[in-house]
């Protein structure tokens, strides 16, 4: 078995060549990405339903737009809370080395929430919070064949990708920030054959 590098806490952002509408002009974070498979959720893709609509408790903290996002194609009727805790965050008696109870780091300030935690034990410390319903996965390899077939760009991630008051606006942005020929398929027309 060949060895996998892991791209945990990078971004996967979608060639235009990428076919599948799941992941038209998508930026997924990975979240986890290991010899047992790849997950992520897709940071730009809102949706119309409110945080506080399915997860009341956690509206307060959640960046703008309050929505849920649809991170992925996968499990749809879950939710996933991926929060950015800054620096020297939270000195407060509920956080640990790692960062603050019901947080779990995935790669720099980037970590998973506990939902199932009490918001009240990161609201000090959070800087950001977006909530996922869903996720994209792949299995063993699944993602390094796409990589070799030139579906996705890999970049690194910024904290400010996961809070993205205009996420609509990400693909673009994310693309445009790279210092080499990746910011000219920034221009990429949504419709090539209208060029």
């Known amino acids: 078995m060949t060895e996998v590098s892991s791209l945990t806490g990078r971004l996967l952002v979608a060639t235009p060549a990428l076919a599948d509408p799941n992941f038209d002009r998508a930026v ?7 010899e047992e498979g790849s997950l992520g959720v897709v ?27 649809q991170g992925g194609p996968v499990s749809l009727d879950s939710a996933l809370g991926v929060a950015v805790v ?12 790692d960062g603050p109870l019901g947080w779990r780091r995935v790669h720099g300030a980037i970590g998973l929430v506990d939902l199932e935690a009490p918001p009240e034990l990161l609201a ?8 996922f319903a869903g ?8 993602l390094e064949d796409e990589l070799s077939e030139g579906a996705w760009y890999v970049v ?17 942005a994310v693309l445009r920030r790279q210092r080499s020929e990746l910011a000219m398929v920034a221009t990429y027309p949504d419709d090539p054959s209208l060029n």
């Open 43 to 69: 940071l730009n893709r809102p949706t119309p339903v409110g945080v506080g609509d399915i997860l009341e408790s956690w509206a307060a903290l959640a960046g703008e737009p309050g929505v849920v996002f």
């Open 86 to 97: 800054p620096g020297e965050a939270g000195r407060a008696s509920s956080v640990t080395e």
């Open 124 to 131: 000090a410390a959070v800087g950001s919070l977006r909530i």
């Open 28 to 34: 997924v974070l990975l979240l986890d990405h290991d």
């Open 135 to 142: 996720y994209a996965g792949w299995g063993p390899g699944q």
């Open 156 to 172: 690194e991630s910024e904290p400010g990708d996961v809070s993205s008051p205009a996420p609509e606006r990400l693909w673009r």
